[in-house]
C-alpha cells in the first residue's frame, strides 16, 4: 500500500471513528461507518440497534442505506470503499457484496461474529459473484481502545446499578 493511501485511509477511518464516538453517546456499541467515493463521503452511518429497535441496524448497513438513498441507486459507484471501525459481521458482509462495494477497510478485528478474517472467512469460498477488497488494522489501537473503554464502562454502569439495587432491598447498610 502506497503512503499516500494509507494517509486517506487514516482520514477516512477517522470520519468513521467520530460515527461510532457519537453511537458511545447515544448507548449504542461504538461502531462507526462511511462510505466514501471519488474522495467525498457518500454514506454515514453508526450502530443503532438499540434505539432503532432494529438488529439490522449496524453502522455499515445504516451507511449504504445513507448513500443508496442519496445516489438513488442500490448498486454502490464503481469506486465505493466502506471505512468501518469493527469487522464486519456475516449480515454486513452480505449487504456489501449485494451493494456492490469495491473495497473494505475495518479496524479492529471481532474475534466473536467477524466474518472477513476473524470467525469467518466469507469471501474465501468463491462462491459469490461480487467480491470485494478489503484490508484490516486501519487505526487498530485508537478503535480498539474506544470498544475496550466502552465495554469497560458499562460493566461499571451495571455494577453501581446492582449496588444501588441491593441497597434498595436493605441488603447493603
Known sequence: MSETQKIQDEYWMQQAFEQAAYAATQG????GAVLVSQNQIIGQGYNMPISA????????IQAIRHACFSIQNYRLPDDATLYVTLEPCTMCVGALIHARVKRVVFAATEPKAGSLVSSRQLLDNGYYNHIFQFEGGCLQEQCSNQLS?????????KKQQRLYEKSLKGQIK
Open 28 to 31: 449504542e456499541i461504538p461502531v
Open 53 to 60: 429497535h432494529d438488529p439490522t441496524a449496524h453502522a455499515e
Open 149 to 157: 473503554e466502552f465495554f469497560k464502562m458499562r460493566r461499571e454502569q
